[in-house]
């Protein structure tokens, strides 16, 4: 029996690849096996819940998993489709681990997995992913896939309907009665907002007129693909706002844990204003509850805008930076007892989620925050929206330490001050004051460069300079 080699499947964060090439229903066993001898036995676990989305492999890879996990003596409780924070909400309210199979954004041909402890809390290459890799390996290498089985009774796999529970769970959190009526375009781009959509924004119980836009389940995704973090992927959201004269338009990539915004005249809202706006939100609410503002936390990576710190702190409360990366965000996050953390990625966290990530929650939010007032969303958001980004830029680097030299010293000698939290940071203050962020990639030879400053031509100039330093023939 032939194996696979599954260094290339198992990333930083979760298990990504293609179907069958990489990920088919004996890996898909072999990894339930390994997930129930590395997390779910040796933690005590109750039992672990398994969701997935729309894609045609998911329901049988789903299966594979959970005859893997049962093997061993473990309960499964299945709840079929399902977006990746509909899984997360399945883990945390029914606290059980969890395994989600999907590929997020990526094309038809992929699949993968996004594990978790009960809670929802994170599981990665440093908190036990290598190990369940290494196992499932082992298992693959000797055939010993479909030998399972303990000396007890193999777990129970059953059937559970989670959906109106995540629904009702999310409306609890924020709620949108008491706001005018808003009329909003939604484009589930053929993924799991098709299914989660029409159950959490009840057009016969909330002040909301939904516009669908590609709203049936199909992992071929025949329109566009599900990634709205590609400029080309929202334009049919914009024209749509604009024809149907909306109050907003809301983009949801494949698995719709990340929830994108478009305001009233079709203008791409970022990530970091929609990060600073919630945060404004969540602290107002702390403070209206009896907190003190200076103990509530709100986290950010260190590449969303400015505005995000300046409005913490604007709003008394403390902002906690820290890498880029869902499993930094969450335990800094829990660290510091956080209310909610946000990235440039459109992943937005919040501890009332199990410090887990959901879009749609943040859209909730951005409603609420809409329909509380008179002003057309670009309005609202104008006072987060101070500074002007390049957008993540991608550079093929042969020697990446040499490149980030450069650019640190040219950056030193107009005197800016360096940080390395992550990759390189470099900022400068005074007139004009800028920033630049260079990671690099984990695996392969990229440097990733942000730039931000409070006009266009000198971020321009910082960018170009950057670039042009980092793309240098050494």
């Not at 997930?35 to 933690?43: C, D, G, R, S, T």
């Not at 392969?444 to 240098?472: H, I």
Request: charge should be negative; include cysteine; charged fraction near 20%.
């Amino acid at each position: 029996m032939n194996s696979v080699d599954l260094s290339g499947l198992v990333k930083a964060y979760d298990v990504r690849g293609t179907v069958p090439e990489q990920l088919d229903g004996r890996v898909a066993r072999a990894l339930g096996s390994a997930f129930a001898q590395v997390v779910v036995l040796p933690e005590g676990e109750r039992g672990v819940v398994i969701g997935h989305d729309m894609r045609e492999s998911s329901p049988g890879l789903a299966r594979e998993f959970a005859e893997g996990v049962a093997g061993h003596g473990v309960d499964v409780t299945m709840i079929g489709l399902c977006s990746t924070d509909g899984l997360y909400h399945a883990s945390g309210s029914l606290d059980l681990a969890g395994a989600m199979f999907t590929a997020s954004h990526n094309p038809a041909r992929y699949n993968g997995i996004k594990l978790c402890r009960r809670a929802a809390r994170p599981v990665g290459q440093e908190s036990g992913l290598a190990e369940i890799r290494d196992l499932a390996q082992w298992l693959l290498d000797r055939g010993h896939v479909h030998e399972l089985t303990t000396a007890g009774l193999p777990g129970s796999i059953t059937e559970t309907d989670t959906l109106a529970d995540y629904a009702a769970y999310l409306r609890s959190l924020v709620d949108l009665r008491g706001g005018r009526r808003l009329k909003i375009v939604v484009d589930a781009g053929s993924g799991m907002a098709g299914l989660t959509v029409p159950a959490v924004l009840d057009e016969e119980s909330l002040p909301v007129e939904v516009v669908p836009l590609y709203f049936e389940l199909d992992g071929t995704f025949p329109h566009h693909e599900a990634n709205p973090l590609v400029p080309e992927n929202l334009l049919d959201l914009q024209a749509a706002v604009v024809e149907h004269g909306a109050d907003l338009g809301l983009a949801f990539d494949g698995d719709a844990d990340r929830c994108f915004v478009v305001d009233e005249r079709g203008a791409a809202v970022s990530p970091s204003t929609i990060t600073a706006l919630v945060a404004d939100r969540e602290v107002a609410r702390e403070v209206a509850a009896g907190r003190d503002a200076a103990q509530v936390a709100i986290v950010h990576n260190l590449i969303v805008s400015s505005s995000v710190p300046e409005t913490v702190e604007r709003a008394g409360a403390r902002a906690v930076r820290t890498r880029v990366g869902h499993s930094f965000v969450k335990s800094v996050m829990a660290e510091h007892e956080a209310v909610f953390g946000g990235e440039h990625s459109a992943h937005y966290y919040f501890r009332d989620f199990w410090y887990a990530d959901t879009g749609m929650l943040a859209a909730l939010h951005v409603l609420a925050a809409l329909g509380g007032q008179e002003r057309p969303l670009s309005e609202l958001v104008a006072g987060y929206d101070v500074y002007v980004g390049s957008g993540e830029i991608n550079s093929t680097v042969a020697d990446v330490p040499a490149a980030t030299a450069r650019a640190r010293a040219w950056a030193e000698e107009q005197g800016a001050v360096a940080d390395t939290l992550d990759g390189l940071t470099m900022t400068r203050s005074g007139t004009p004051a800028w920033w630049f962020s260079l990671r690099p990639s984990n695996t392969e030879p990229l440097l990733r460069l942000n730039v931000e400053s409070a006009d266009r031509a000198t971020m321009e100039e910082v960018r170009d300079t950057v670039l042009g330093l980092v793309r240098q023939e050494s």
